[in-house]
């Protein structure tokens, strides 16, 4: 079964971009994320290494089409989970590539966070965005939990992620999970409101229905254990009122009473399970008099009150 986050990504990669530099802002997150940079035969290499297949593809189809650069794919079985994993090296234009996707400056280095140019606008910093929650994004099934993250290597990344979502509003955090940094958030209306910002329409859509069938549902647990546990404690007044009128009948002690009360009293034993409002409807049938529902339960308290039992 596809998780949600396959879903999500699945949508992401399937959408036209806006400008075709885009793609090259996209890349740019996912080679920062999850590339592997290393030198061999004095030489910048690249190594990839996806849980995706899609995604993979997604990958090489940029470099190909953008940079005219072709990758020799594999698919390995991971050694840990035993997953399906999809890899492929880079080995040619690398140092023109990372300087052009701003991952390398023009002294060699890389950088922690990428140039201005990334998040300088509303268009290229969502492009952006995706290109991170492709990497290393993920979130819950909707049906289950709400929660969103982005699981990166340094802190300083993480907090650049974070300050990006901030400027939404969105109620970013970070925590230390084993030797990785989690950017997450856990609000319903962040994690709807980032899905509608990545233009994943559709599973925005789906992602709404889910917590509103959700939300309906939970109005109707409170709604029916409010009214169970309304109705245990109903049922345990009339037990102590029932046990309360049985000791004065057994003690002959009806006399005590007025001509309301005792009326009140027999209403009570002929229909154990009335509530205030039944017993004064009974009331007034008997007598013709109008008896109000406070007056009874007052009543009632008193004499549990005095015949405690």
Known sequence: MISFSEKV??????????????YAIILGAIIKILGNLSIEN???IIKLQFNLFILAKFVAYILSEEYNIKVNSKLR???????????????NKVEKLLKDLNIFNHNGLILASPKVKYTNSQTTLIAFLKGCFLACGSISEPSK???LEFVVNDY?????????????????????RRNKQVVYLKRVEDISSFLLLIQVNDCGLLFENVRIEKELSNADNRAINCYQANLK???????????????????????KFSNLEQTLIKIRIENSEFSLANIAEVYKTETGETINRTKISVFFKELMRKYPM
């Open 233 to 255: 404690k109903q049922q345990d007044a009339y037990q102590k009122v029932s046990k309360t009128i049985n000791f004065i009948i057994r003690n002959n002690l009806m006399n």
């Open 156 to 176: 300083e990344f993480a907090e650049y992620i974070s300050q990006l979502l901030k400027k939404y509003d969105y109620n970013s955090n970070i925590i230390k």
């Open 77 to 91: 079985l991971s050694k840990f989970r035993g997953e399906e994993a999809f890899s492929f090296v880079i080995k």
């Open 145 to 147: 939990s709400y929660h």
């Open 9 to 22: 990504k699945t949508e992401i990669i399937q959408q036209e971009v806006d400008y075709p530099t885009h």
């Open 42 to 44: 004095n030489n910048y």
